[in-house]
């Protein structure tokens, strides 16, 4: 199982440019998980979503922050235009959904952005 | 709202000592409480979870204790080694969502 794949592991970028992060889940999973880490605001939650639909995305700091999940294998979160307080590290998660089962979040390695 | 208070901040004990991590939540439906561990660099990573519908689960030198009265649970490891140093986080989410509010971490150091 090669868990969950994230690209690229590091991202440097300049201010008003689009980033564009992706994530490939654990084959089998159903629930994938948007996170962003930094020492201010710890471990958040962007976005999840349940079988590719968008299930709560009240996390997602403005509307310049997106994310897809096009199909059970691959999402996206793209950050246009970006900026310097956007510097942190993204994680990626999935898990598998059982109905009134609880499910261990399996994270990626990350990307650490930096906007200049 | 849903909240995670996780205490202390930085915890450093000597190597062999025991190391205790509390956090309190405000959810009452919350009844899944996992513990990540984050080493420098590195994924959070369960280490050890717990369900409501127990008090305390161990595994090794890692116990969790869940006291859903007080919405309080702890993260306890013993015999602590230098490999334990990490941030460690605790989470509370509700059964049938897969939301995870995550505590805002414990620094460990654990000194030879």
């Known amino acids: 199982d090669a868990g969950v794949i994230q690209s690229p592991r590091h991202e440097v970028t300049e201010m008003g440019q689009e980033v564009t992060l992706r994530c490939k889940p654990i084959?089998?999973?159903?629930?994938l998980f948007w996170y962003r880490q930094t020492m201010m605001r710890g471990l958040e939650l962007l976005i999840y979503f349940n079988n590719n639909v968008p299930i709560d995305d009240s996390g997602m700091p403005e509307d310049r922050f997106s994310a897809k999940m096009p199909n059970a294998s691959f999402s996206t979160l793209k950050i246009q235009p970006s900026e310097p307080r956007d510097s942190a590290v993204y994680f990626c998660?999935?898990?598998?959904?059982?109905?009134?089962?609880?499910?261990?979040?399996?994270f990626g390695p990350g990307t650490r952005l930096t906007v200049l | 709202g849903e909240n995670v208070e996780q205490h202390p901040s930085t915890l450093s004990v000597q190597e062999g000592d025991s190391a205790v991590i509390k956090c309190t939540y405000s959810?009452?439906?919350?009844?899944?409480f996992p513990w990540y561990k984050q080493e420098l660099g590195k994924r959070p990573q369960l280490i050890i979870d717990i369900r409501s519908n127990v008090g305390e689960k161990k595994d090794q030198r890692i116990a969790v204790t869940l006291n859903k009265t007080a919405k309080h649970f702890s993260l306890h490891i013993t015999e602590t080694q230098p490999e334990d140093s990490a941030v460690y986080f605790c989470?509370?989410?509700?059964?049938?969502?897969?939301?995870?509010?995550f505590g805002t971490g414990t620094r460990l150091q654990v000194f030879p």
């Open positions: 084959s089998g999973h159903n629930s």
């Open positions: 998660a999935s898990s598998l959904r059982l109905a009134g089962g609880w499910d261990t979040q399996y």
């Open positions: 989470a509370a989410s509700r059964v049938n969502t897969d939301k995870l509010i």
């Open positions: 959810d009452s439906a919350s009844n899944y």
